[in-house]
């Protein structure tokens, strides 16, 4: 197969979901339907689990489990499809962000009776922001849920997204009898626990009076409900979806295997195949010859005998190649692969080339970083790869005096992984770590004393939000700084970084000093 054929037949994309939609259950019906897995169970939810949050064994356990799932690939009527798994507990958010950057699509998963939640609306925002294409899956139609409508509604205001159902739900709970795909006009009958698929049958004309064999008294309600479909939501346009500009709705029952397949047919005609990317310095397209790609997600091995770690690289143009010698553009370096790692469902792999679209796992001993890019000499950085301003914060020190250089290895290259944030303090020169979750400060104090051999303690600061600062006003820049000097940090990177106490702190510095440009992203 040639190289444009490859590329047109990969789509990748991320299931996102609040916790307990059925995120897990969705993934593991479609890489059935893949033949990528045998039985259903086998895919192990990456969730640390709703109970124990603060149980480290469990984080360490689920962190195997995630390295697997990470990256799902599988074949489907000759489509290769790259599900990219994003954790569902919210401390993580900020994983699921970058994630998301790795993706040319997702698909949102909703529960039918608990209908839009937070985290949901967190995700979407940010796949709003990239103009990501969004397919939505109501799921759980099989228990009592809200009305449709009201549910499409609820999605449009609180997601700020315009939808367009391509499938519509006959009943709901113990009244459900399936659905009508609008998309290729027929009629799927619901079963409970049927997990055998049946094919449609084909309906084009919804007023022929045989449906009321299959659907019985129901018929009516659906031609109503059809009637005002078509009269409320605009026609399905592919473009209006590939812009991002209009989000179609499948409605079904992941854990019944109802309305899957007919999401996955319809995914695989209208999905994006991989898009480019821009560069600072370019836009760089998939077909192009030259392979570039850049770390969106690094992994640290679980055996702490062996303290390599697997980052993980989006390949956005080219071909990546085996034992090829790649630059590596921030440390300006060649680097060679032996193992580059394809994921297949559960399996890894050793493999010679990937194609746009893929990811490539890397085994790596503390090269990269996230956002690194990886080309064939070509000077690129990659964009869109922001860390997010964090919400909590710590002093950190070392509790272990005879381990200092061990506690500050650890710290750099666990906050390279991205699992938080560090910064210096400009005049105390007291290191801050900074996270969007609690449970992130267990994690850095369990895996720094478990693969670092360093201890630390944390101490309580008053913090509220930092903000990274920029001005084409120098005077006003540095007048700020010589102002609020014990309030200055620096990042890793070296910028300055305003560390407001309060939100009055925050907002009053803002009106002071108009000039000033305060960054909630590391992106500007
Ligand atoms: P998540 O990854 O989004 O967190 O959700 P997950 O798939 O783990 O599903 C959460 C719960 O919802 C699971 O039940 C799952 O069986 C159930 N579920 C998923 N899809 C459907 C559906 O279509 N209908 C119904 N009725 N339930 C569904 P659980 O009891 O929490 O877990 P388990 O013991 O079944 O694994």
């Not at 109501?138 to 499409?152: A, E, S, T, V």
């Not at 519509?168 to 709970?173: E, F, L, Q, R, S």
């Amino acid at each position: 197969m040639g190289f444009i054929e490859e590329i047109k037949r990969r789509r990748t994309f991320a299931i996102i979901s609040h916790p307990d939609a059925g995120k897990t259950t969705l993934t593991e019906k479609l890489l059935l339907f893949g033949g990528a897995i045998q039985v259903a169970g086998a895919v192990k939810s990456n969730k640390i689990t709703k109970t124990a949050t603060s149980d480290w064994m469990e984080i360490e356990r689920q962190r195997g489990i995630s390295v697997a799932t990470s990256v799902m690939g599988f074949e489907y009527k000759d489509v290769k499809i790259n599900i990219l798994d994003t954790p569902g507990h919210q401390d993580f958010a900020e994983d699921t962000y970058r994630t998301l950057t790795a993706v040319d699509s997702v698909v949102v998963v909703i529960d039918a009776a608990k209908g839009v939640e937070p985290q949901t609306e967190k995700l979407v925002k940010v796949c709003r922001m990239r103009h990501t294409p969004i397919m939505i899956f109501i799921n759980k139609l099989d228990r009592p849920g809200q009305d449709p409508f009201d549910l499409l509604d609820e999605i449009e205001r609180k997601l700020h997204l315009k939808v367009t159902p391509l499938s519509w739900p006959i009943g709901m709970g113990p009244t459900f009898r399936g659905v009508y795909n609008i998309f290729d006009r027929s009629l799927y009958l619901f079963e409970p626990n049927k997990q055998r698929v049946e094919p449609g049958i084909a309906f084009d004309d919804l007023s022929n009076p045989f449906l009321v064999q299959y659907i019985g008294d129901a018929a009516h309600q659906l031609r109503d409900d059809l009637d005002l479909v078509s009269g409320v939501y605009p026609e399905f346009e592919v473009d209006d979806y590939l812009s991002g500009r209009i989000c179609p709705v499948f409605f079904g029952s992941a854990l019944n295997n109802f309305g899957v397949r007919e999401l996955l047919d319809c995914f695989i005609r209208i999905a994006p195949t991989p898009v480019g990317r821009d560069a600072e310095e370019r836009h760089v397209e998939p077909n192009e010859e030259a392979f570039s790609g850049f770390v969106f997600k690094i992994h640290a091995n679980m055996d702490p005998n062996h303290r390599d770690r697997i980052a993980f690289v989006r390949v956005v143009s080219g071909r990546f190649e085996r034992n090829k010698p790649y630059h590596h553009v921030r440390l300006d370096r060649k680097l060679k692969f032996a193992n580059p790692t394809a994921f297949m469902a559960q399996k890894k792999s050793v493999v010679d080339e990937m194609y746009p679209g893929d990811i490539v796992g890397l085994y790596d001993a503390g090269n990269f970083k996230i956002g690194d890019t990886l080309t064939e000499g070509e000077i690129l950085h990659y964009k869109g790869i922001p860390s997010f301003s964090p919400e909590l914060f710590r002093y950190v020190e070392n509790a272990d005096p005879m381990k200092s250089k061990q506690l500050a290895k650890g710290l750099e290259q666990l906050t390279d992984e991205g699992v938080a944030q560090l910064f210096t303090g400009k005049t105390t020169g007291r290191k801050i770590i900074g996270t969007v979750g609690a449970l992130q400060f267990e994690v850095i104090q369990y895996r720094l004393l478990h693969e670092y051999g360093a201890s630390c303690r944390y101490e309580h600061i008053t913090l509220h939000k930092t903000a990274w600062i920029t001005s084409d006003n120098k005077a006003m820049l540095d007048d700020f700084k010589a102002r609020k000097s014990s309030f200055l940090a620096l990042d890793k990177e070296g910028r300055d970084v305003f560390l407001a106490d309060s939100p009055y702190a925050l907002q009053t510095a803002m009106e002071k000093y108009p000039d000033i440009k305060f960054h909630f992203t590391s992106e500007f």
